[in-house]
């Protein structure tokens, strides 16, 4: 699939396994864009099933050769436009221009994130084994910063700093791929 912006390789065969599994893949990013559109959290649940459901309707006419990502979000932009419409007595709406604006920038907003996961991704991997570990466990859930500095002999102050230089240097390396990939899309 040469358009997908991942290396994500849906299933084949059966067409309703084929959905799942890319819808599945896909999900997260459809949430957040279909999340940038609507005020509520309750809106996305609402309008991402409908999403579901829209593109499942359609999917025999979806092209596995094309962005998945891309055309689903033409489809829930209309499903949001068709929900807030459905919507229109509450005072929280906004005017079609504005929604218009909004499910533009969260487009663009999709792709800079994925440019910087993928910049990531790719300086994670540059960084010394040892400092990828670092901070892998720094992230990691239920990891305390304070118990690795502990365990790495170091006080926490310094530990925070040893960090800090590699977030550092983590950014630079980000901003330094996305801009080299379009030089208007370098984060701040």
Known sequence: MPDQ????????????????S????YEPDLRRFIRSLLP???????????????IWRKFDQFDLETNFMKWAC???????????RS????????RDDVFDLLAEEGAAEEEQRKAEETALES?????P???????????TQGVKVVDLAE???????????????????????????????DPTKATA
């Open 123 to 127: 300086c994670l991997e540059e960084l």
């Open 87 to 94: 919507m229109a007595r509450d005072r929280l709406v906004f």
């Open 5 to 20: 912006p991942d290396s994500f390789q849906p299933r084949t065969g059966d067409s309703y396994e084929t959905f799942v």
């Open 22 to 25: 890319i819808l599945a893949h």
């Open 151 to 181: 365990e790495a002999g170091a006080s926490p102050e310094a530990f925070y700093m040893r960090l800090s230089r590699i977030r550092r240097s983590l950014l630079h390396c980000i901003e330094s791929k996305v801009s080299r990939i």
């Open 40 to 54: 509520t959290h309750a809106d996305t649940d609402e309008v991402l099933q409908r999403t579901a459901i829209a």
């Open 74 to 84: 033409v489809v829930a932009r209309y499903e949001a436009l068709s929900y807030r």
């Open 129 to 139: 084994s040892k400092q990828r570990q670092l901070v892998t466990l720094a992230y």
